[in-house]
């Protein structure tokens, strides 16, 4: 069995979501509820990877994120995964720098979304991952317009995200106001699907809630950490 490390902590909810649907997904591969897959969890601070992105100090998030994987490899780990969207603004120079596999959430999602067809998506997540081109870029080589909501909406969706669904508070203002903007982005945009760029984002808005076909990103990069497990 190949055992699974996740770096975690980025922000605790989604590793306990991310800790959950793996065993429950893996009970299910093997349709066996007394199975459980062998994980190794290194959960750090989401803060200070908050720090490095405000500070642009982009080799110290390197540092920090390459020492988490390498922590996980002294584990045992055969396979690594960092459990956010976010920390991905330096996933091509961590895999780089460590001798683990690591599977990309972005380069899953970008698979995920292509198996649609669509030809515009929107985007919402911390305003690192709105504002930086390290999840658009791969859409965009694919052939997939990445959209964006406004800077103003942006600040909006970061606060929440930050404040409260980080902390593991969902707040039905919040989801309403969040409903609205991708309702705006849906009218004026013309977006196709939506994609919930922070791992977060699924405690908040359900695939009820919308007609647009919606990309969890945690759920795609769990299935695809699911498929890896013997």
């Not at 997904?25 to 990877?49: A, D, F, R, T, W």
């Not at 800077?151 to 989801?175: C, F, P, R, W």
């Amino acid at each position: 069995m190949a055992k699974i490390g996740l770096v975690g902590g980025l922000g605790p909810e989604s590793t306990v979501d991310y800790y959950q649907s793996i065993i429950n997904g893996y009970q299910e591969k093997h349709g066996n509820n007394k199975v459980l897959p062998h994980l190794v969890i290194n959960s750090i601070n989401m803060y200070k990877v908050f720090a490095f992105i405000d500070e642009h100090n982009t080799q110290g998030l390197i540092d920090y994120l390459t020492k988490a994987v390498n922590e996980l490899e002294a584990a045992g780990a055969e396979l690594a995964a960092i459990s956010a969207n976010t920390p991905h603004i330096v996933f091509e120079q961590v895999n780089q720098q460590t001798r683990l596999p690591m599977i990309s959430i972005v380069e899953e999602t970008v698979q995920a979304v292509r198996q649609y067809h669509l030809n515009s998506v929107g985007l919402i997540g911390t305003c690192f991952t709105m504002e930086n081109d390290f999840f658009k870029k791969p859409f965009r080589n694919a052939g997939i317009n990445v959209i964006v909501p406004t800077e103003n909406e942006q600040a909006l969706i970061h606060e929440k995200t930050v404040e409260e669904l980080e902390n593991g508070i969902v707040n039905e203002d919040t989801k309403e106001v969040s409903l609205n903007i991708i309702n705006r982005m849906e009218n004026e945009d013309r977006i196709e699907g939506l994609i919930l760029g922070c791992t977060e984002h699924p405690m908040l808005i359900k695939p009820a809630d919308t007609s647009l076909p919606q990309f969890n990103t945690t759920a795609i990069h769990v299935s695809t950490l699911v498929e890896r497990l013997d």
